[in-house]
């Protein structure tokens, strides 16, 4: 049974910090390039960060480079999002994906509430 699960949301203060982490099932994870996305409330779906395959290369939405950092460990079958300097703005459902040319995975999305 093909598996992405999502854990590390919640609510932190403006400046503070999250790591959300999305463990995989069922499949060849190390085959596949990994990426976070998040949903914004009357916002399209939108991709935060990337890690492509075969190269490693990490790509990010401007909105969010330099604040956080995408990983990945073949070993565990996980890939992380350490989010710093959080602002409310950063507030959405994030969502884990895995995916190659003809296969897509998605987590179950967790909330992540940047609010003082």
């Known amino acids: 049974q093909v598996q992405l699960v999502q854990s590390g949301g919640g609510l932190v203060q403006p400046g503070g910090s999250l790591r959300l982490s999305c463990v995989a099932s069922?499949?060849?994870?190390?085959?596949?390039?990994v990426s976070w996305y998040r949903q914004a409330p009357g916002k399209e779906r939108e991709l935060v960060a990337e890690?492509?395959?075969?190269?490693?290369?990490?790509n990010y939405a401007d909105s969010v480079k330099g604040r956080f950092t995408i990983s990945r460990d073949n070993a565990k079958s996980t890939m992380y999002l350490q989010m710093n300097s959080l602002k409310p703005e950063d507030t959405a459902v994030y969502y884990c994906?895995?995916?190659?040319?003809?296969?897509?995975?998605w987590g179950q999305g967790t909330q992540v509430t940047v609010s003082s």
């Open positions: 069922g499949f060849a994870f190390s085959r596949y390039a």
């Open positions: 890690i492509t395959i075969p190269l490693g290369s990490t």
């Open positions: 994906n895995a995916y190659t040319v003809d296969q897509e995975y």
